[in-house]
């Protein structure tokens, strides 16, 4: 295993002794003001890309940002226990459902790995995607690109988890009452820029 105590020795050292009341602070209780449903991609430095501090982004993360439906017959009890404690406990001001390019997950719908069957919990996770590709099969049939490919998957891919996320009533109820924003947004790892999903044209329009 590699060594990890050189980078623990120098956050405490530096980072920590830092913010070292904050931290302390913390340790106690914690207050963020955004929810962050990502992928578990190693690119995506949430922290990073909001310039947020400890104790202000509450992640919640997994293989292609899925969010089940609300009345999903096949729970994703993690994902929705999250919602449950950030949105109702925690009352979080914003959720940000953060995709990304060259999504794993997404290319690996659509182009599945022969030695699929040997990796049978993936196989069933990326499963539910497959609608998500279904909705856009001719689109997807009329583009050469891979890239062109990639990128209306996960564009589809944000739109359909935020339309999932609006489903829930603790969601949808607090965004009529003003008191909760929720957002759709592509991350361009490679150029350091974020897409938002407009609702209301059904596109996405660069931060």
């Avoid at 931290?23 to 003001?33: C, N, Q, V, W």
């Avoid at 914003?94 to 990796?119: K, Q, R, S, V, W």
């Avoid at 050469?144 to 969601?171: C, F, G, R, W």
Wanted: proline letters at 6%; a negative charge; aromatic letters at 8%.
């Amino acid at each position: 295993m590699r060594d990890f105590k050189p980078a623990v020795d120098h956050f405490r050292e530096t980072a920590y002794k830092d913010k070292q009341d904050i931290y302390e602070a913390l340790a106690r209780t914690h207050s963020p003001h955004t929810l962050v449903i990502t992928c578990g991609d190693s690119r995506i430095n949430v922290e990073s890309l909001l310039q947020a501090g400890p104790g202000e982004v509450f992640q919640i993360r997994n293989i292609a940002n899925i969010v089940p439906e609300y009345n999903d017959p096949d729970p994703v009890l993690s994902l929705q226990a999250g919602l449950d404690f950030t949105v109702t406990s925690l009352k979080v001001n914003n959720i940000i459902l953060l995709g990304h390019i060259n999504c794993g997950g997404c290319n690996t719908c659509l182009n599945p790995p022969e030695n699929f069957d040997e990796m049978p919990y993936l196989k069933e996770w990326i499963g539910k995607l497959n609608p998500v590709k279904e909705s856009i099969a001719d689109q997807l049939a009329a583009l050469d690109d891979p890239v062109a490919k990639s990128d209306l998957m996960e564009k589809t891919n944000i739109i359909t988890q935020y339309n999932h996320l609006m489903e829930y009533p603790i969601i949808a109820d607090r965004v009529a009452a003003g008191n909760l924003k929720v957002e759709g947004w592509h991350f361009h790892t490679d150029e350091g820029f974020v897409e938002v999903y407009q609702p209301e044209t059904k596109t996405f329009k660069r931060l």
